[in-house]
């Protein structure tokens, strides 16, 4: 019978048989293997969930940002008539209100009372209504204004004496034509002494 070799003392590594040693470090090198392919699976994923997160991320921006964003205005088309209308408007605006006023003032007599102006900003002219005690008046008073800055000229365009007025006044209606963009006249004499001279 053939004597068996039992050794119940563990020895270290660099004292066991060479299959043994190699047996041992081809079972580290395979643990260590599997250990690698783990922690480079592990780090795979954690970047593709990242990557999902990210790109997630920029399109919820994307559509906030375009969400925030106002729409571009569509270019205003007007028609003939609302260009009209606009230009008609911003004349009466820019009708000088002031240098009108002035003149009016300038122009003020006893002898005529000034019942309504109205302004019309395209045809450049303020149309009037008055009533004066005489055709003498009327000429006067139409003469004075023609020649009140900034008007060109003042017309009668209609004219009728007022029967139910006991005083029965010559009442007309008149057009003053005023040059665009005047500036108020300016005047060193006050328009109470202008009054007294006229008279």
């Not at 102006?117 to 023609?146: F, N, S």
């Not at 004219?159 to 300016?186: C, H, K, M, T, V």
């Amino acid at each position: 019978m053939r004597r068996l070799s039992i050794d119940f003392v563990v020895r270290p590594l660099w004292h066991q048989p060479l299959a043994a040693r190699s047996r041992a470090i081809l079972i580290a090198l395979a643990a260590l293997l599997v250990f690698a392919g783990a922690a480079l699976v592990w780090q795979a994923l954690r970047l593709e969930r990242q990557l999902a997160e990210t790109t997630q991320a920029i399109a919820e921006a994307r559509e906030e940002v375009a969400a925030r964003t106002p729409l571009p205005r569509l270019p205003l088309h007007l028609s003939a008539a609302q260009v009209l209308a606009i230009n008609a408007a911003i004349g009466q605006l820019n009708t000088p209100w002031p240098a009108l006023l002035d003149a009016f003032e300038s122009v003020v007599s006893a002898d005529i009372a000034l019942l309504q102006i109205e302004p019309d900003g395209r045809r450049h002219l303020v149309k009037g209504i008055a009533e004066a005690r005489d055709y003498q008046g009327m000429l006067d008073y139409l003469a004075a204004l023609g020649a009140a800055a900034p008007f060109a000229r003042a017309l009668v365009s209609k004219q009728e004496i007022n029967d139910r007025d006991p005083n029965q006044p010559l009442r007309f209606s008149f057009e003053a034509l005023f040059e665009d963009g005047a500036a108020p006249a300016i005047d060193s004499v006050a328009p109470h002494e202008r009054r007294r001279e006229q008279r």
